[in-house]
Structure formats: C-alpha cells, structure tokens
C-alpha cells in the first residue's frame, strides 16, 4: 500500500492530509524501486499525462461556465484546481458539483460566469433529484413548506437564453444588464428549468427557512403557485430542520 | 478465497469475430446497421451510470436513459462489458461499487464476458475511503502484486459464472523492468491462480514495446497466450518521445501486424474489438471507424481459414 501512495504521489496525485495507517513503511526493494522511478522520465511523463486527463474532465464537468472565464484566469483556476486534486474522477457528475463550488467561490459576483456556474451548479443537482416523489398541490395549512433540496434559483444579468447561447459557443457574450432574470432549476421542471416570475422569487426568498402554508398565505403568497412549485419540485415539505436547498 | 493452486481455467466464450465499444456520441444507426460489419459490442458500463457518494461510501448507479439508449442500440447483438473502475491493483480496497453495479447490469442485460485493467487508480484518501489517481497505474511485477490480483479475480470470476479477463496496460515507466522479460511469468501467474482469461491489448503491447526499446513480435511471442480471449487494437498518438496510448487514431500498420501474428498463435480468440476513447477521438468519424473494422473481419477471416485449413 506504501508502494502504490509513494507512485501515485510521484504522479502528482496530492497526499492525505493525515497519514494513512499501513503506507508509512515501505520494504527495502520497495523503497529501492521508487528511488528509480523517482528519475525515471516516465514518471515525469505519466504526471503530465494525469494533468491532461484531470483538465480535460474538468472542463467536461463545468463546460459553460468555463467557456465565458478569460483564458488567463481560467488557466489559472484550472491548474489549482487540479493542484489540490481536482479532475481526477470519472464521473462527470462527482467533478461537477466541488468543482462548480470552487469556480463560484472564485468567479465575481453578478457576472455571467458566475450566474452561469451557479446554473451548472444547478443542472446537477436537479439530476441528483431524479426518482424523486414530490409533494401533493394541495398540503394543510400547517404543512411547513421550503425550498426543495434539489432546486436552485439562479439571477442572471440579462437575458439567459442569450447568456447561455454564448456558454455554449453560439454566440457572442451579452453586456451585463442591470435588468436581471431568474430562472428556477428542478427535478420536477420539464426540461429541469424554466424561467422564473417575481411571484416564484418572492416565495423562493420567502421560503428559505420553513414557514407553514398560512404564514405564506397570510404575507400575500399564491396558494396556487405554492402548490404548483410543490408538485415541481421547488418547494418541499420540511420534514427535518434544516434540510434546504441553495440559491444563488 | 484462492490458496495459490492453480485454478481450473473457465472454458473458452464463442467466438463472436469484430467488435466496436459503444460509445454513446456514435449514432445509434452504426450499431444497428450490419454494414458496420459489428458482430458484437463492447460496454464500458461507467459511461451509463451516475456516481453517488454518501461519505466514504460510493454508489453506481444504471443511469435509466442511458442505459435504454444502450440497449436500444445495441438490438440484438450480443455485449461484452469492458469496466474502468474496478482498480483491481489497488492494494487497500478494489471499487466494491462497480461489482455492485454489475451485480445490477447483469440482471438487466448479460454479457458473454466481462473485462478491466491490470492495475490501480485509487489510493486511500486518509478518512477510510478512496481517492482517485486520475491515471490508470500499473502494478510492480512482483509474487504479492500478482496474487493480489489473482484472488480477486477468482472471486470476479466464481461471482458471475462467466469469463473475466484482464488487460496488461500501457505505460511510461522504463524502470519496472524489460516488458519481454518480467511481465510474461507475472501474467501467467496471474492467470493460472485465477482461472481468468487474457484481454490483449496489441497497441498498448506495441506503446510497451517501443518506449522501452524491444521488438514487439518478440515481446507478444513470450506473453501466454493460450489465455487470450479477446484482443483490442487501437492507434496512438506521439507526444514527447513517447507513443501513447491514446485510443484515438486508426491502427497503424504495425498493430496490425500484430495482430496477424496473435491470432494465428491464439487460434482460441473469441473476438477482436477495435477501441477508440470518447475522450481522444472526437476527429475519428463513424466512417473511418467502419473502415478499420472492415480491416480487422479480413484478419479475422483469414485467420479462421488458416485455422480451418
């Protein structure tokens, strides 16, 4: 085991932050065999080799997002992110979400890539509702009602469909617009997003701790679109505290 | 779990003849249409599942869609499944995840045989899980490695009643030793342990043989062939000083050379599959991909009138 730890470090892949019980000691041949590759010029070019493989998979996993970070600044995201051990799973799923994290942790606030992240961001996490059993239209009144935890409202600084046809290299980036649009993301969406109106945000604020159907009902809140939102997946029946999904 | 004796070999599969990997960007027409020339089709089951984590515990999970798409596809011919994650090498834990899954992918759609790759790429990850290497590496050619490897084989094997295979990898490493030399007896052990069959890759052989300096033809004459059920070929590309193995061009005249020379030494091959990556190759057009699968039946063919004869 301390054979294949010392290997996979001398390829660039970073080291538990707390040392692994049984990879300490190596034997004798062993440590004899990793003083040789530590020279060997092919254990420099399987590390190259790894980092390609790790950037390409992260740009797999946050497409967009990355296509609208100037090519410094995205290089410069990149190498650290796959630095600190990122890019390496398979799945594009599993890189996406801690990866999207990273970007937005790291993106300005209020640009498109960073709307565009948080719809990304968004995309995954609906999928990782899918399956899912939504709530009924119609819950009592004393039913707490919160954001869902696989639904994500996302503001963009101008037009989404715009902003996103430029993601996707369709099109030339939009200026910011200090006109913003909302979009809500959920398993239940057909297509897993739509546009979102002033009602829905209000209720999607409104929402983000639990409050009991009357409490809606009584700040001005639509019965209708709480139950519409509910059978969407957007909202959701709290039924353990602090269980909530994020917006952005 | 196995003593070391040898293990009673599982019987050699039906020949099936040439083979593409599914991969999911290819139209469906080209698994469906017989002007491919496709008698069969290799699953990396990976590419149809989402990975959940709950801690230090992973999932794979049979993405639905996908895996519909799949078998909508594929019709009727028959699969083979040729996995990525199992890390059978890693010397703390294999990906308990991917038997799991393919406990699940068996019921849902049986394979002739199933494959992987004879290395590792996970480590511990200090919290009592696994962390990924993001490269595939390859194991010492050492008695523990190769009993490692055979045991757990044997239980792939004895789990789903039909033939597991591993595949030699390629890699970059100069100091693990002259491939002619050390990788044969480690293979056979290996093999004989387990009962299990051989994937030869003959373009990864051939990225051995010329980044270490040796002459392929001598290096496939000394590899046990008698084990080899299924063969890849593939192209590479060079970067560095180094061929690569890529999976990402069409099969140079070398590879297939080679591949003259396994199937008339393995005369018991059940099938040969032509392997591309997703990833590496975007420019490979379902067209060009028919013509070398059109090269490979003519191998194929007149391999089996050798043979025959």
């Known amino acids: ?248 | 779990m196995s003593d070391g004796a040898p293990a009673a070999p599982a019987p050699y599969p039906a020949r099936l003849s040439v083979g593409f990997p599914y991969l999911p960007s290819f139209p469906v027409e080209f698994y469906a249409c017989s002007d491919a020339g496709l008698d069969f089709v290799e699953l990396t089951p990976e590419v149809l599942c989402r990975e959940r984590r709950e801690g230090t515990t992973r999932r794979l999970e049979l993405v639905e869609p996908a895996l519909q798409r799949a078998q909508r596809a594929c019709g009727d011919l028959p699969i083979v499944v040729h996995g990525v994650e199992l890390s059978i090498g890693s010397a703390h834990a294999w990906n308990e995840a991917y038997v799991a899954m393919l406990d699940d992918l068996r019921v849902r759609w049986p394979f002739r045989w199933h494959s992987e790759h004879l290395g590792f790429q996970t480590v511990p990850d200090g919290s009592g899980g696994s962390r990924e290497t993001g490269v595939p590496l390859p194991l010492p050619f050492t008695t523990e490695a190769a009993d490692l490897v055979a045991a757990r084989a044997r239980l792939l094997r004895e789990r789903f009643a039909c033939p597991f295979l591993l595949e030699p990898p390629a890699h970059y490493f100069r100091c693990l030793g002259n491939p002619v030399e050390e990788e044969p007896w480690f293979l056979r052990r290996v093999l004989e342990t387990s009962g299990c069959g051989l994937l030869l890759d003959l373009h990864n052989l051939y990225c051995n043989a010329i980044n270490y300096g040796v002459d392929p033809a001598t290096y496939l004459a000394a590899l046990p062939l008698a084990y080899t059920v299924e063969i890849h070929i593939a192209g590479g590309a060079w970067k560095d000083g180094y061929l690569m193995d890529s999976h990402s061009e069409r099969v140079p005249p070398a590879v297939w050379d080679l591949l003259h020379q396994a199937l008339a030494s393995a005369p018991q091959v059940s099938g040969v599959v032509y392997e591309i990556l997703e990833e590496t190759s975007a420019h490979l057009t379902p067209e060009a991909a028919a013509r070398e699968l059109e090269i490979a039946r003519a191998c194929w063919r007149a391999a089996q009138h050798r043979t025959a004869a």
Not at chain 1, 47 to 60: D, G, I, K, N, P
Not at chain 1, 93 to 119: D, Q, T
Not at chain 1, 202 to 215: E, G, I, V
């Open chain 1, 1 to 248: 085991m301390g054979w294949q730890m010392e290997l996979a470090a001398l390829v660039g892949v970073p080291r538990p932050a707390v040392p692994v019980p049984g990879t300490e000691t190596t034997t004798p041949p062993e440590r004899h065999l990793l003083r040789a590759l530590a020279q060997d010029p092919g254990t420099a070019f399987t590390a190259e080799v790894r980092t390609s493989w790790c950037w390409l998979r992260a740009r797999r996993a946050a497409g967009l997002t990355l296509a609208l970070v100037p090519h410094e600044q995205r290089t410069a995201l990149l190498a650290e992110w796959v630095r600190t051990g990122g890019g390496a799973s398979a799945f594009a799923a599993s890189e996406a979400e801690p990866l999207l994290n990273f970007l937005a942790a790291r993106l300005p606030p209020r640009s498109h890539a960073r709307s565009v992240c948080a719809f990304e961001l968004g995309v995954h996490r609906a999928h990782g509702g899918s399956g899912e059993v939504f709530a009924s239209s119609s819950p009592g009144p004393f039913a707490r009602i919160q954001r869902a935890r696989h639904a994500t409202h996302v503001t963009f600084c101008g037009d989404p469909a715009l902003i996103l046809a430029a993601a996707a290299g369709g099109a030339p980036s939009p200026p910011r617009d200090d006109q913003t649009q909302d979009l809500l993301l959920a398993p239940g969406i057909v297509g897993l997003w739509r546009r979102c109106d002033a009602g829905e945000a209000a209720l999607w604020t409104a929402c983000a701790t639990p409050r009991t159907l009357s409490h809606l009902r009584a700040d001005g809140h639509d019965v209708e679109l709480m139950g519409r939102l509910l059978t969407e997946g957007v909202l959701a029946i709290a039924t353990d505290i602090g269980a909530s999904a994020r917006g952005a």
